[in-house]
């Protein structure tokens, strides 16, 4: 067997010094290229041999709201994308007319500039906006197929929606119409009291239809905080609201209805909120209790929040505005929609 010191100097020999230090240079350099090619990245990359399909690099986001792993706070989850104001009456601002523009009798909705949806829009940033929608009359059933010739209000939320606020069930349980059967007292119809059935009959049709329309909302707009608001308390049950021809016992009859619709919208939303928490979903179903908003600042106070009986002489009609909130009427349910942004749902939205 020839020795390692033998075949050097038969190296030697036949190639010179020189030939021996370019043997042992390429040597070298095998010897740091072979495990770089065994790595899979470099054969693809250099030789085009070994590559994989490789998928997409991972999204970096530096902004700190949407970082993953960390949770949103009440006011981010609610400001991070648009809001959207959706309702009836009291969410268009009917009876806050504060300017020419609301009395446009082209927008049959009726919204207004001092509608509670002004300044929630002001006192937080939307980064991709805020729309008005509420449109007077609206009902469960409008907010599906459009009021007055406007597209569906569900239409109008979407994936980037991430604050709704509304009102709805008013007009669902004929408020309305009852209120107008309680002041004119006509000798052929029922008494104000008397209407205690038909009110019981649709809001069992709205204990039903609320909770399908608030899926549909959050199925639209799943990483939404959804915000109902129940109704205010119209009427103070002292003597003389401002010649509405009501008594004592029938504002308090009145009262009692806008309280049981109000209670029906918060369980309705507690239970609408408890199905996200069960399946893990985002976003959030709040309710605003406005009951006592207007308190002592009833119908027949010094200083109302709530409009009175306005009647239309030449039509013989009641005007919109009677019984609607008044500008600081708006003002107080705007100072309740915020409070309940800031605060949130008393759970984690994300």
Known sequence: MTSPGSWLR???????????????????????????????????????????????????????????????TAVQAATRGSYAALGDSYSAGVGAEASVG??????????????????????????????????????????????????????????????????VGGNDVGFSKVLAGCVVKLPWSKSCTEQGNDIAGRMADLRRDLPDLIDKIHARAPHARIVLMGYPKAFSEVKGT????????????LNARAYELGQLIRQTAAEADARIVARRGQGSVEFVDAYSAFAGHEVGSSDPYMNGLAVNLSALQAEPRSYHPTVNGQHALAGLFIEQIRKGPGRPVS
């Open 10 to 72: 038969s190296v030697r020999e036949r190639l010179g010094e020189r030939g021996v230090a370019v043997v042992v240079l390429v040597g070298l350099v095998a010897l740091a290229i072979v495990p770089l090619v065994a790595m899979p990245a470099v054969r693809c990359e250099v030789f085009g041999a070994g590559c994989r399909e490789r998928g997409p690099e991972p999204e970096v986001r530096a902004d700190p709201v949407a970082a993953p792993g960390r949770p949103l």
């Open 102 to 167: 609301d009395q446009n009798p082209l927008d049959r909705c009726h919204r207004t500039s001092k509608a509670y949806y002004n300044e929630v829009a002001k006192a937080f940033p939307f980064p991709k906006g805020s729309a008005f929608w509420a449109c007077s009359g609206a009902t469960t059933s409008d907010f599906l197929t459009g009021r007055h010739g406007e597209p569906p209000q569900l239409g109008r939320v979407g994936a980037d929606t991430s604050l709704v606020t509304l009102s």
């Open 242 to 253: 401002g010649g509405d021809n009501l008594s004592v016992s029938e504002q308090q009859w």
